[in-house]
Structures are given as structure tokens and as C-alpha cells.
């Protein structure tokens, strides 16, 4: 036996280990606390940016030397420099019309075929198509043996979001919900955790079908937004909000061109319609991915 397999803890006290640390996300004030961490990464006082700053850095060793920008004092605000560009031609995009990239950087937490209309969250886990797009039944349909992809982003990690392929921006849903952390621990404790979070699905047309893109909300982590309609949370709706777009409103968007960003980090859920060439097996839980990697 090796000493990994020896001193590695036995399944059940792992389970009880993970229920046990997410339990307190139950009960403390999650949009409460969202309202004030948005705040707080807002602040302009220079003594807490600049130390809220370079303990972030410190913390999850932020890779600064691919920032447009690698200065910490030059960011005017926490958040100014969590949603930082990156530097022209750090993260080439993969090539060919038929080829998937992320969208974002961060680590892949399921990927996969989706079976019944069914998306895996973690071993044992699962959630369905439609709960996950807030309950639209006629375009979960559209996915039936289709592809899921769900990527991690983690507070090291660059947060912006950028398109998997070229499309034209058709609808965008806000759905309201809880703000529970999506790490990988609360993702093997919290059952159907990405169709209970806020979320906004942001729907576009492309050469392949309809491609989803569904940005979900956590706690210290319940800010989105899009470049079409800026920040979409805070404030926090308590109904669904639906937005079309046509004309000059369905804005064209090519490969690799960012569509929003996470103030704090998350986690982005994209959903490929039957058809499309399957995602390379190489993309399995807890691998590395960044922005522009070939996904298929």
C-alpha cells in the first residue's frame, strides 16, 4: 500500500467532512454579506486597496506578470484589479470554426455528454438542464444529447469571460437564488448547488446552434455583469428577468471576445447543443484550463 493510499481518509468521513464544513452556508446572511464584501472591494481608501491587494497575492500567488498592468498601486479600487486585463497575447485562441475554447481560466470541475437532460455536479451529484436555465423547458430541450462543460475559477484566476466560439447574442436571463460557495468542497455537499445560486444565462446563436453561457453567482462572489448591459447583481431581484435582443441589439461576437466578468470569482457553466464534436477526453475534473485552449 502506498503511503498516499494509507493516510488518504475513508469515503464516508470524507462525505461527513464536507457536509460538516458547508452546514454554517446555510444559515449565515449570504446576500447580506455580498452587499458588504462589494462594497468593501470598491473601497478607494489606498491604505486597504493596496493591503487587501497584496494579501489576495500573497494568499493565492496571483500571477501579476501577466497583467497588462503588473503595478498593485496602479489599481484604483480591489476590484479594479480582480477583473485586471490581461497582456496582448498572453492567451492565443485556438484556431477553426468547429473548435470549442474556454471561455474563461480556471480548472474544470465536470465535463461531458449530458444524459436524460441531466448535467453531473460532482460523484454522486446532479441537476437538471432545465433547472439550471431557470426553468425554461423549450430551450433545455435543445440540449438533449448535448455537451456540458463547468469551469472553476478560482481567486487567483484572470475574471474575465470571453466567447467559446463566434455567435450572435440572442437572450439573457437573470435568475435569482442563494449565494452558496462554489468550491469544489460545497459542490460535492450542496445538492444541485449551480441550479440554486443566482445565475445569469447569456444565450447565443452560432454556426453549430444555440451556445449557452451560464455565469454563476457565490457568496463574497454574487457580482456579474456583461458588456452589453454592464452589472446585472448587485442589486439582488427576488423574480426572473428576461432580456431578447434584436437588430442592432443582437451584437455579433467572435471567438475568444469578452462578453463579461465576475467581480470576485465563480464559476461558468457552457452548454453545447447535439452535433458538435465531442470535448478531447484530455478535460477531466481538477485539470488547469485556460482562456483560448482547444476544449474538443
Known amino acids: ?4 493510499q494509507k493516510h488518504q481518509p475513508p469515503s464516508w468521513f470524507s462525505k461527513l467532512s464536507d457536509m460538516v464544513l458547508t452546514l454554517p452556508q446555510y444559515v449565515i446572511p449570504q446576500h447580506t454579506l455580498s452587499v458588504i464584501m462589494h462594497a468593501l472591494t470598491r473601497s478607494k481608501v489606498t ?3 493596496n493591503a487587501f491587494i497584496r494579501f489576495i497575492t500573497w494568499k493565492f500567488d496571483v500571477n501579476l506578470s501577466e497583467a497588462a498592468v503588473s503595478e498593485r498601486d496602479f489599481y484604483p479600487s480591489f476590484n479594479a484589479f480582480f477583473t485586471r486585463e490581461l497582456r496582448q497575447g498572453i492567451r492565443p485562441v485556438a484556431a477553426g470554426k468547429d473548435v470549442v475554447v474556454s471561455p474563461v ?27 439550471l436555465l431557470g426553468g425554461d423547458k423549450v430551450l433545455a430541450q435543445r440540449y438533449d444529447n448535448g455537451q456540458f462543460a463547468t469551469i472553476y475559477l478560482s481567486p487567483r484566476d484572470y475574471h474575465r469571460i470571453h466567447m467559446p466560439v463566434a455567435g450572435k447574442l440572442k437572450s439573457m436571463r437573470y435568475v435569482p437564488g442563494k449565494l452558496f460557495s462554489v468550491n469544489p468542497r460545497t459542490a460535492r455537499a450542496v445538492p444541485r448547488l449551480f441550479a440554486r445560486n443566482e445565475r445569469v444565462i447569456c444565450v447565443f446563436d452560432t454556426e ?7 455565469l454563476v453567482g457565490a457568496i463574497f462572489v454574487g ?8 452589472q446585472i447583481t448587485p442589486p439582488y431581484g427576488k423574480t426572473i428577468q428576461d432580456w431578447t435582443y434584436e437588430g442592432d441589439e ?13 467581480n470576485m470569482g465563480s464559476t461558468v457553466v457552457m452548454l453545447l447543443p447535439a452535433g458538435m464534436k465531442s470535448f478531447n477526453q484530455e478535460w477531466q475534473p481538477e485539470k488547469k484550463i485556460q482562456l483560448g485552449q482547444a476544449m474538443n
Open 1 to 4: 500500500m502506498s503511503k498516499t
Open 47 to 49: 491604505w486597504f486597496k
Open 105 to 131: 481560466d480556471g480548472a474544470v470541475s465536470q465535463i461531458g455528454p449530458i444524459i436524460d437532460q441531466t448535467i453531473v455536479q460532482a460523484k454522486g451529484r446532479s441537476y437538471s438542464v432545465e433547472e
Open 208 to 214: 453549430f446552434g444555440e451556445v449557452v453561457l451560464v
Open 223 to 230: 457580482s456579474m455583469e456583461t458588456v452589453w448591459e454592464g
Open 250 to 262: 443582437a451584437l455579433s461576437f467572435e471567438k475568444g471576445q469578452e462578453m463579461g466578468r465576475f
